[in-house]
């Protein structure tokens, strides 16, 4: 004797549901992402509306207009070594070993005037540093580029 049941249980799932929590997971990642980037105010630069200001006893390297290289291994005072982009990375692993900051930041100051090409190279040559600690074990370095505040 066979019974036939005449309601049958269809498993189906809706995935309208779960496109929406695709899609506010997307929003929420886009909007969280442009919050990161770091504005670090000080020098003769594009403008930035941001109020952040770095700590004085970061390590800072500098370009001025004429393209020359500076490197001020405590950031205080007016304790600059001129150096030229070829012995840039000597000039910053000197500054890394006496560096005594908790930060470990490097703030790249350069003038508006400045092509993107010389700050690209000192990003290379800071990498090439961050490479080498991270190989000797050691905590790398923070950089960030300086601003000038808008009035």
């Not at 504005?39 to 003769?44: A, G």
């Not at 910053?92 to 350069?110: F, P």
């Not at 090409?117 to 960030?144: F, G, S, T, W």
């Amino acid at each position: 004797m066979a019974i036939n049941l005449h309601n049958k249980i269809k498993l189906e799932t809706s995935s309208t549901s779960m496109s929406d929590l695709v899609f506010l997971l997307l929003i929420f990642f886009m909007i969280t992402s442009t919050m990161v980037a770091p504005n670090i105010i000080k020098l003769s630069l594009p403008a930035s509306n941001s109020g952040r200001q770095n700590t004085p006893r970061n390590i800072e390297v500098y370009i001025d207009s004429l393209k020359n290289y500076y490197v001020n291994p405590e950031g205080k005072g007016n304790d600059f070594h001129t150096t030229v982009a070829d012995s840039l990375l000597p000039a910053l692993r000197i500054a890394t070993q006496n560096d005594k900051s908790e930060q470990r930041a490097i703030i790249l100051r350069s003038d508006k005037s400045v092509p993107i090409e010389n700050i690209v190279e000192i990003m290379d040559v800071l990498n090439v540093l961050n490479n080498e600690l991270e190989a000797a074990k050691q905590e790398r370095y923070k950089v960030a580029l300086a601003t000038e505040g808008k009035n």
